[in-house]
């Protein structure tokens, strides 16, 4: 098994960027044309109950605190490995992610657990991702973790299995940089979108009241 | 958003996609909505995309990588802790 870890910063909220999160593979971001689809296929809202601290009058009572969502989507790659890859592991020209989801509103996190679909008789990745407020300034930045854990399970030939874990990593390693420089492309553009939209509010609600004024 | 891997999804896709980010920014990180509203237009989407799951063998695959994540369900559900 192979590990690759890393963690960054963006300069946004982690109310922006969990948002963001949903269109990361958007037409907004021009470095991930390897990701030809994003389905979601099931999503459930959990009301969560929790307890109020007993420094109240009354015993302990139960609220309703924010729920938490929880997302399973498909994600469908183009093929990119080399060949010498994809044909020793069956060549085929899509691969399907299947990925879980956990935003905890309340907590701040954003949780997101990924797998391969294909092949995984013979390669098992293991990615885990958390998206939480930075802790230098939580209002303003956030912080990103990346963990894979990547598992050749090919019986037989040890150095086989390591070159296709090796070459994992490294892909893991320039998919990375790509990943977060795509992600910054999706974040500006969806503050510059959400600001014209309250741009353009704000103006019609000065034109109701100029009307009314006039009236 | 993306397109669907299904191109007969990608418009209730969309309409779903659209209502859903709305919901998400408005509502749900605001702690103001327990329900998911998109839910009906998700049912069409989901009518949509499970045939194409089908037709494509994608289902099985999806089975599979279903059972796999139970211990991500465990470790990350607040409610089975």
Redesign the interface.
């Known amino acids: 098994m192979k590990i690759f870890q890393q963690s960054t910063e963006f300069d946004y909220s982690w109310?922006e960027v969990?948002?963001s999160n949903?269109?990361k593979?958007?037409?907004w971001n021009e470095k991930t044309p390897h990701?030809?689809?994003?389905?979601?296929?099931a999503?459930?809202?959990?009301?969560?109950t929790g307890i109020v601290s007993p420094n109240t009058t009354s015993a302990l009572s139960s609220v309703?605190t924010?729920?938490?969502?929880?997302t399973?989507r498909?994600i469908?790659c183009r093929q990119s490995t080399p060949k010498w890859i994809n044909s020793l592991l069956g060549g085929q020209e899509t691969s399907?992610v299947?990925e879980?989801s956990?935003?905890?509103?309340?907590a701040k996190r954003v949780?997101l657990?990924s797998?391969n679909?294909?092949w995984?008789d013979l390669l098992n990745v293991r990615e885990t991702c958390i998206y939480e407020p930075s802790a230098s300034s939580p209002t303003q930045k956030t912080n990103f973790m990346q963990r894979a854990e990547i598992t050749a399970l090919c019986g037989g030939w040890q150095k086989i299995r390591n070159s296709i874990e090796q070459f994992t990593v490294e892909r893991f390693q320039q998919n990375a940089a790509k990943g977060r420089e795509g992600f910054e492309m999706v974040l500006e553009t969806s503050r510059r979108a959400f600001q014209e939209q309250r741009d353009l509010l704000r103006l019609q609600q000065d034109s109701k009241i100029l009307k009314e004024i006039r009236m | 958003m993306s397109a669907s891997l299904a191109p007969e999804c990608n418009e209730v896709k969309e309409r779903y996609d659209s209502c859903f980010l709305k919901w998400y920014s408005e509502k749900f990180l605001r702690g103001t909505s327990t329900s998911d509203e998109c839910d009906p237009l998700f049912k069409q989407y989901e009518k949509c995309l499970s045939r194409a799951l089908k037709d494509r063998g994608i289902d099985k695959m999806l089975k599979e990588a279903r059972e796999d994540n139970r211990e991500n369900d465990a470790e990350h559900m607040r409610s089975k802790r």
């Not at chain 1, 990701?35 to 296929?41: F, G, L």
């Open positions: 109310e969990s948002t949903w269109r593979y958007g037409p990701v030809i689809a994003v389905d979601t296929i999503r459930t809202v959990d009301p969560q309703l924010a729920s938490q969502l929880r399973e498909l469908t399907h299947y879980t956990y935003v905890d509103p309340s949780t657990c797998m679909m294909t995984s």
